[in-house]
């Protein structure tokens, strides 16, 4: 009894300060904006509205159906999806009547608006013009996307491809059989490597003379045209390196 007995002293207590609140905002001063006091006052209402219904689950809560009630897993579960529940369908709700109102406005012939809601109405259509605006450059940017991504997926697939047959044909290199040897750049090959193995054979010479020149003076020179003098050339080396 005693919660009942608070419930309806806060609820008389609510109805003068709402009473009070409703005269001061129907007789709002001069010296005061107008939507600046109507903000205030609709945030004071949504706060005692908020509170007083506190105070009425607080009341609920204390009942003995709701006390000698077993607390479970499931039942809270149940409280639970029914809160999201109510919070979705306000979130509908207001969502909803924002859009009837948009679409009221912008529908709503200039003649029979105010110029405060003229000039909102054109920033709506500007707002949209822009958001159709940016949809649609998205979309051409998401066809781009997809497109050079196929681009990149055909480009991968023939590297994979010819990266393969070159390591088969890296591996395969010493049959001489599979190369035509009659073949131009073959028979080019073979005059290169030719000529090869005679500078090489010539440094080999000129290295190991006993000629004026001081190979000494210059060693790192004279090493490696030594390593060149070694190291033997043919087509075999090309074709496999």
């Not at 007995?5 to 005061?32: D, H, W, Y």
């Not at 649609?136 to 997809?146: D, P």
């Given at each position: 009894?005693?919660?009942?007995?608070?419930?309806?002293?806060?609820?008389?207590?609510?109805?003068?300060?709402?009473?009070?609140?409703?005269?001061?905002?129907?007789?709002?001063?001069?010296?005061?904006?107008?939507?600046?006091?109507?903000?205030?006052?609709?945030?004071?209402?949504?706060?005692?509205?908020?509170?007083?219904?506190?105070?009425?689950?607080?009341?609920?809560?204390?009942?003995?159906?709701?006390?000698?009630?077993?607390?479970?897993?499931?039942?809270?579960?149940?409280?639970?999806?029914l809160a999201q529940w109510k919070v979705l369908e306000q979130y509908i709700v207001k969502s909803l009547t924002q859009a009837h109102a948009v679409k009221a406005l912008i529908t709503a012939p200039k003649h029979s608006l105010?110029?405060?809601?003229?000039?909102?109405?054109?920033?709506?259509?500007?707002?949209?013009?822009?958001?159709?605006?940016?949809?649609?450059?998205?979309?051409?940017?998401?066809?781009?996307?997809?497109?050079?991504?196929?681009?990149?997926?055909?480009?991968?697939?023939?590297?994979?491809?010819?990266?393969?047959?070159?390591?088969d044909m890296r591996e395969d290199g010493h049959q001489l059989e599979e190369y035509d040897v009659a073949a131009p750049l073959y028979r080019k090959l073979r005059t290169v490597v030719d000529k090869l193995e005679l500078m090489r054979w010539l440094v080999g010479r000129l290295v190991t003379s006993r000629g004026s020149r001081d190979w000494l003076a210059c060693p790192d020179r004279t090493a490696h045209l030594l390593r060149l003098a070694t190291k033997p050339n043919s087509i075999e080396t090309f074709l496999e390196s």
């Open positions: 009894m005693n919660a009942f007995r608070q419930l309806k002293e806060v609820s008389n207590n609510f109805e003068q300060q709402l009473a009070s609140l409703s005269t001061e905002l129907f007789s709002a001063k001069l010296g005061e904006s107008f939507e600046d006091g109507l903000s205030k006052r609709l945030q004071d209402l949504t706060f005692f509205t908020s509170k007083l219904r506190l105070l009425k689950a607080k009341t609920l809560s204390e009942l003995p159906q709701i006390t000698e009630r077993p607390k479970s897993e499931s039942s809270i579960k149940e409280y639970g999806e105010d110029s405060q809601m003229v000039e909102r109405k054109e920033n709506i259509i500007k707002s949209l013009q822009d958001y159709r605006h940016q949809e649609s450059a998205l979309r051409h940017l998401q066809a781009v996307e997809a497109e050079r991504e196929a681009e990149l997926a055909a480009v991968r697939m023939q590297w994979d491809r010819e990266l393969g047959e070159l390591r």
